[in-house]
Nanobody
């Protein structure tokens, strides 16, 4: 069983930055891909970013590409989402996610992930 705890959310003005963190516990962290999803009110959950177990491959959705960066530190069992140039449309609950596919190094997609944290709210005002 894996536990994921997100932190770092908050309120920021447009153009600002936030860094989300996700601490994992309960199983070996370093061999599984990790991801960040987000869900805005009234919208479906969106796969925003993903990273393979060894950071060899990353994915960023078109809506965040060039502004957000996913990274991980396996020794700390933590995955990060650096969010720059935030826009009001980035307002959402952000969820950390993991997969049960060890040593996965292929194309990252939403279907790969099957466990999520409780989420952290990000609010961007104009």
């Amino acid at each position: 069983q894996v536990q994921l705890v997100e932190s770092g959310g908050g309120s920021v003005q447009a153009g600002g930055s936030l860094r989300l963190s996700c601490a994992a516990s309960g199983r070996c962290f370093s061999i599984y891909p990790m991801g960040w999803f987000r869900q805005a009110p009234g919208k479906e959950r969106e796969f925003a970013a993903g990273i393979t177990w060894n950071s060899g491959r990353t994915y960023h959705s078109d809506s965040v590409k060039g502004r957000f960066t996913i990274s991980r530190v396996n020794a700390q069992k933590t995955v990060y989402l650096q969010m720059n140039s935030l826009k009001p449309e980035d307002t959402a609950v952000y969820y950390c996610a993991t997969s049960r596919v060890p040593y996965y190094s292929g194309t990252l997609s939403a279907a790969l992930f099957d466990a999520w944290g409780q989420g952290t709210q990000v609010t961007v005002s104009s």
